[in-house]
Structures are given as structure tokens and as C-alpha cells.
């Protein structure tokens, strides 16, 4: 959830804090209920920190200058322990001269039992924050060890819970230790000086040489060092690695919002993700799976586990795994998963399915199913996120950096690593041809162009969805893969425009939903094509005539040519037709548009939604 950055360099043409802000301005999706930031100042801690969003902060900043400093820290936050005032925003300050400066990322689930020692022992407290505990415990070590490193490791043993730290103390300047467990933290690799931050946005204006942390260890940056130490005092390293995008990609590139910019970008994130997947004879290749054939072959069962948009990619892929595979395909929100007594053995293969990586729950019900045997692939557009590395395997989706808090072109290259992942398990099990895996693997490299023709085409939904922008209730309703784009295109309104938007399944209709529909209801039904098996597509006709029959307004998403819709739609939202499994690639993006576009109507801030961040890394 909260983003953080730390940075030590020379204090020369950038300062730190300028370093820190940009930063922060890239991790701002990750939460905005408050931002801050601490710096050493002449062997002081100095801090501006204030609730809502950035520009609260810059205004703060203006009017009361910090120094050129080479050392920083930054905090953008999603509440959790304590409402998102001036006084919970981070960094928070520890020990009774007030010499140290933390920030933090998760949740310190002993928090009260510690808090309640540290004020026996006559320690005040500023906040209502789990934070302020870890802040007072670091700067505690630090007046018995006199070293930063090492006080955040007696301070990190005593704690529970999930958690990035930062620290800077004013009698070490030049040096900012950071600590994970359950929550990310990436290190930025500069020349002459280094940087920390939840992901590599943070950093990436600087330098596109990136290392990985693991689990349990603390990191200290100097600016030209960079040590890591597991929990237990042990030095270790971390992976290092070389990111394949950079500034320019995680910023707007002329759009209105980063999610103009990312339903755009759908074309493209589909097609990377399709790159370089099979080899010279045509056979689907994933190498960097690096799971023996033979243990893919033994599996009886999937499971796949994930939240939000990313479960609904789960939803929609299951109906081509169990088409291509036979496998049993079952899709479980990763916050279920867990807490019932899942049937889960060496035979079943869990898939995560997840763009952060690092979404608590899903990451949860991955350890989970490990600790029962199950194999486990990650499907995530994060590099060396915490849920592939705690993975057996990862199938990265190539989407690039998702910035807007509403997922919209990774949902779509999550779909297509799915389907590549059942594509793939169909053809080691030799249950589809090799022919039939090239066929489809056509089909679906035609797939960015279909979804380019819809978006050039998205005129008349963006002034319906202007119409519309005073409408209370929105229904969906799809069938087979159309349900799962259904669900998808309510929560995007619901998340964005703040509508109240169900999505359902068309055939669900006739057992309670349709009591709902009243005259001017506007619904929206995403039609299979015509050639669907078993004539979905004249029950979906059917249901349309039904609603329509009680008053509703149907918006109709069919196919190029299909004509039997016509007389019972309000508005037809025509779409290249496509083999059934992969139209969901095609629907989905008017329903992406759509919301947008009426959000917009609404003045919303489409990029960062109420109550909302983009990465939900507490549980
Ligand atoms: C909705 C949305 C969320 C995420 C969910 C999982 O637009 O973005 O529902 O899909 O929180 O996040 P990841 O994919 O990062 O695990």
C-alpha cells in the first residue's frame, strides 16, 4: 500500500529532496492519504509531512524550505493505524532526542502489546500509529549500539507482521538502512549514490540497475555502497537485474490520466506478452516457467488464486484451461483460499495470478498452498516482486508499469499469460495437437490489432458514458467468458465513477437479479458471437429481449455483423468478431472506456480513486 523511497548521493545539482519527490510523484498510486519527508539537515532531522495528496506536500515544502541535503526519505501513505492526518503521516521520529526519522510500509501486528512498554517505560508517542512503535524501538538500539544497521536489526526481532522500514539517523548522514518482511523494498543501483523504494518507480529517472531484496533482510546505503544482512546478522546479496522499461513509461505521455494512457496501451501489452513464445516448429515454449515437463504432467487439479481484477482474469482463463487442458480448473479469491480447508495436494497446481506481486492475500494463499505440496506459478507484471519469487515459477506478463489504481491493461496481458500458461500444459499433456496450439496461437496474435480497431472506435461510447454521468445503478450481464467481463466492467465503474455497478450472469437473470430492472435501467450485455457453441448467443438475445420488455436500456456489445441484436438494443457497441475464448480480450476495453469516460464526466480523479490504492500489501 504506502510507497516509500530513501536516496544518499553528493549533494551537487540534485539534492535529495528533490530526489525523494520525484519519487514519491511515481509512487503516488500506491496511496495518497498523506505524504512526507525527512532529510538530515546539519546533524538535524528535518520534516515536512501533510495529510492528502502530494501537492499538499509541495505546498508545505514551498512554504517552508528544507536544505540541500545528501540524504532523504520519502512516505506516501494509505492509512491503516490511525486516520490520515497531518500528525499520522509519516516519516515519524524516535528516541527522546528526536534524532531518528522512519518510515514504513504494512502492518506491526504486536504493535499495542509494544507500544504499551515503551509508555510504561515513559516513552511519549506523537500519532496513533503501529509506526511511531518501530520508530522509538530503532532509535532506542541506536543509543545502545551507536549503528543504524545494526539497531534495525535488534528492532526488526522484536516485531510482527508485514514490513518495509526506512531509517536515517542525524548523527549517521549518508546512510539510509531499510528492512522487509511480507512487504517490498527494491534497491536502486546509481553511481554515486544509491536508492530504496517500494518498486523500481521510484527510482527509475535515475537508473535502470535495480537489485532485489529478500525476505527477512536489512539493506544499507551509502552513496557508494550498497550491504545486506539477513535478520540473523548473516551478509547475503541480492539479485541483481536490468529493468526493461523506463521513465518515459511510467509517465503520461501526453494522456489526461495514466489510465487513458494504459487502455491504450492494450494492444501492446498483449502482444509483448505473446513475444517470443513459440519456437521455429511452432510449439509453444515457455522457458522461463523452469518446470520440468514431466512434473506438469502429473497435475489432476488448478487452482487459481487472486483478487479484484486480477481474480476475474482468473475467472475468465479457467473456461479455456479446462477447454484445453480437461484439467479441473477452480478460481478462488486468494482471501478465501486460505481460511477454509482448500482440497490441495502435490497434484494441484496453484496459479497466482497478480500485477504487484506483492498483494498480501494472494501472496498468503501462495505460501499456503505451498505448505500443502501444491506446485505454484505466479502470473505477475512485477520483476522480482515478493509472490513470483515465493513462487516455484513465474510467468511474467509484459505490460509495463501500471500506474492508475484501476487495472485495466494488465487484466488483459494477465488473461493472455493464462491462456499461454493452458495453452502450454494442453500441449506437454499432448491433449491438443501441435496444430491446434498454432492455430490458436494465431488467433491470439491477432488479437492486438481487434482490440486497436476497438479503441479507435470508442466515439460513441465515451458520449454515452458523458450522457450517462448522472446515472445511479449500472447493470452487466455476460455469459460464459461475456460473465467474467461482466463482473469486470462493474468494478471498474464501481471503482472509478463510484456507481453502483453489478455485473451478473445473463442466466442468472430469471432467479432474482432481473427484479431490478425498472424503465430507464440502463444495462449493458456483452454478447457471445453467433457462432458460440451451444446458441449462447439466442439465449443472450433472448435475455435482452426480456430486460428490454421491463423498461431497461440496453447497451449491447455484439460482434461486426451481428444483426439479431439490433431490434433490442438501445445502442449497439459493435467489436471485431474473434473465437469465442479470446473475444474477452475485445469486450472488455469498451467497458474500460466507458468507465473512464464517465468518471471523467463526473470530475473524478480517474488515477488515484477514494479509499483505494493500488497495491494491497496489509490484509
Ligand atoms: C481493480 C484492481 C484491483 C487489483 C487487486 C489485485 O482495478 O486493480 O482489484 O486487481 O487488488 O492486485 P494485484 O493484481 O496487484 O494482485
Known sequence: MCGIVGYVGPAVDETALDVVMEGLARLEYRGYDSAGVAVIDDDEI???????????????????????????????????????????????????????????????????????????????????????????????????????TEAMREAVAQLEGAFTLLAIHADQPGVVVGARRNSPLVVGLGEGANYLGSDVAAFIGHTREAMEMGQDEIVTITPDSVSVIRFDGTPTEGKRYHVDWDAAAAEKGGYPSFMAKEIDEQPQAIGDTLLGRTDSEGRLVLDELRISEDSLREVDKIVIVACGTAWYSGLTAKYAIEHWTRIPCEVELAHEFRYRDPVVDEHTLVISVSQSGETMDTLMAVKHARELGALTISVCNTHGATIPRESD???????????????????????????????????????????????????????????????????????????????????????????????????????????????????????????????????????????????????????????????????????????????????????????????????????????????????????????????????
Open 46 to 148: 528535518a520534516i515536512r509531512k501533510r495529510s492528502g495528496k502530494l501537492a499538499n506536500l509541495r505546498s508545505e515544502i514551498s512554504a517552508h524550505p528544507l536544505h540541500a541535503s545528501s540524504t532523504a526519505i520519502g512516505h506516501t501513505r494509505w492509512a491503516t493505524h490511525g486516520g490520515p492526518t497531518d500528525n499520522n503521516a509519516h516519516p515519524h521520529l524516535g528516541g527522546q532526542d528526536r534524532k531518528l526519522a522512519l518510515i514504513h510500509n504494512g502492518i506491526i501486528e504486536n504493535f499495542h502489546r509494544l507500544k504499551t512498554s515503551l509508555v510504561d517505560a515513559g516513552q511519549s508517542f506523537l500519532s496513533e500509529t503501529d509506526t511511531e512503535v518501530a520508530a522509538h524501538l530503532v532509535a532506542m538500539a541506536y543509543e545502545r549500539t551507536g549503528d543504524l
Open 393 to 619: 515459477a513465474v510467468l511474467y506478463t509484459h505490460a509495463g508499469p501500471e500506474i492508475a489504481v484501476a487495472s485495466t491493461k494488465a487484466f488483459v496481458a494477465q488473461i493472455t499469460a493464462c491462456y499461454l500458461l493452458g495453452l502450454y500444459l494442453a500441449q506437454v499433456r499432448g491433449v491438443a495437437t501441435g496444430e491446434r496450439v498454432a492455430e490458436i496461437m494465431a488467433d491470439l496474435a491477432d488479437i492486438p490489432a481487434k482490440v486497436q480497431t476497438v479503441l479507435d472506435r470508442m466515439d460513441r461510447v465515451r458520449e454515452i458514458a458523458r450522457f450517462m454521468a448522472d446515472s445511479r445503478a449500472v447493470l452487466f450481464l455476460g455469459r460464459h467468458v461475456g460473465y467474467p467481463i461482466a463482473l469486470e466492467g462493474a468494478l471498474k465503474l464501481k471503482e472509478i465513477a463510484y456507481i453502483h455497478a453489478e455485473g451478473f450472469a445473463a442466466g442468472e437473470l430469471k432467479h432474482g437479479p432481473i427484479a431490478l430492472i425498472e424503465p430507464g435501467q440502463p444495462v449493458f450485455v456483452v454478447v457471445p458471437g453467433p457462432d458460440t457453441p451451444h446458441d449462447l448467443h439466442s439465449k443472450v438475445v433472448s435475455n435482452i429481449q426480456e430486460i428490454r420488455a421491463r423498461g431497461a436500456r440496453t447497451l449491447v456489445i455484439a460482434e461486426d455483423g451481428d444483426e439479431a441484436v439490433v431490434p433490442f438494443a438501445d445502442e449497439v457497441i459493435r467489436v471485431p468478431a474473434a473465437p469465442t475464448l479470446l473475444m474477452p480480450l475485445i469486450t472488455i476495453v469498451p467497458l474500460q472506456v466507458f468507465a473512464l469516460e464517465l468518471a471523467t464526466a463526473k470530475g473524478l480523479d480517474v488515477d488515484q480513486p477514494r479509499n483505494l490504492a493500488k497495491s494491497v500489501t496489509v490484509e
